[in-house]
């Protein structure tokens, strides 16, 4: 049974930082497409970064995140990783980790078959 199992997540001032944890099971993240998207209240989720965890790839990252997110894999843990520095409030939302077998394919939800149980991340300013 496949099943992604976060962790992570809270509250934080401006300018912190949080790390959100996605634990796999039921497959092997090696060679599938592992992403994380958020979804503001009253808004919709959105990609933030994804990464198909094969050979000498990089993660992509939406603009939003780019120069303060980092997403990280540990193969042996089969787990991946959302580093999140320098947060801002305009990131309060709920995180999900999202998978999906193969190749990354954009963000559409519809194209991720798992998703994680989501971890709220709450920036004040």
């Known amino acids: 049974q496949v099943q992604l199992v976060q962790s992570g997540g809270g509250s934080v001032q401006a300018g912190g930082s949080l790390t959100l944890s996605c634990v796999a099971s039921?497959?092997?993240?090696?060679?599938?497409?592992l992403a994380w998207f958020r979804q503001a209240p009253g808004k919709q989720r959105e990609g933030v970064s994804r990464?198909?965890?094969?050979?000498?790839?990089?993660?992509l990252y939406a603009n939003s995140a780019k120069g303060r997110f980092t997403f990280s894999q540990d193969k042996d843990k089969n787990t991946v990783y959302l580093q999140m520095n320098d947060l801002k409030p305009e990131d309060t939302a709920t995180y999900y980790c999202?998978?999906?077998?193969?190749?990354?394919?954009?963000?559409?939800?519809?194209?991720?078959?798992?998703w994680g149980q989501g971890t709220q991340v709450i920036v004040s300013s």
């Open positions: 039921g497959f092997t993240i090696g060679g599938n497409c």
């Open positions: 990464f198909y965890l094969s050979g000498p790839t990089a993660p």
């Open positions: 999202a998978a999906r077998f193969g190749y990354c394919d954009g963000f559409a939800l519809t194209a991720f078959n798992y």
